[in-house]
């Protein structure tokens, strides 16, 4: 039991002595640092140090991607006119659109809907 108490002191005694080593440690490479930054200071000539940073950028690239979406609506007393009539509108749009030079695949009908109305 006695060798118990005198082992827990001894590891109480030295971990107090390790920590107590460790903050003069710091201690002293804080301020041997700041000794080092007063030096480097006087030496500046002016005892303040300043760093500007100026800068610009630009940069210019062609599109590659573009997203238009375009309607088409046509009234008739028939379905089956207003549908013949939307389909040589879309036509009309689709060709000028590949005149550009849009490829096929790059163009795609995304809705088509038709409804009665009533007066």
């Not at 002595?17 to 903050?23: D, H, I, P, Q, R």
């Amino acid at each position: 039991m006695q060798a118990r108490k005198i082992n827990k002191r001894f590891f109480v005694v030295t971990l107090g002595a390790v920590f107590l080593s460790l903050v003069c440690l710091l201690a002293f490479y804080g301020l041997f640092l700041k000794e080092g930054a007063r030096q480097a200071l006087a030496a500046a000539g002016s005892g303040a140090v300043a760093i500007t940073v100026n800068g610009r950028g630009e940069v210019r690239a062609a599109p590659d991607y573009g997203r238009v979406r375009v309607g088409v609506a046509t009234q008739s007393t028939s379905a089956r006119e207003a549908q013949l009539a939307n389909d040589r509108t879309v036509e009309a749009v689709i060709a000028a659109m590949k005149a550009q030079g849009i490829a096929k695949e790059n163009i795609q009908t995304g809705e088509y809907s038709i409804w009665p109305e009533y007066n």
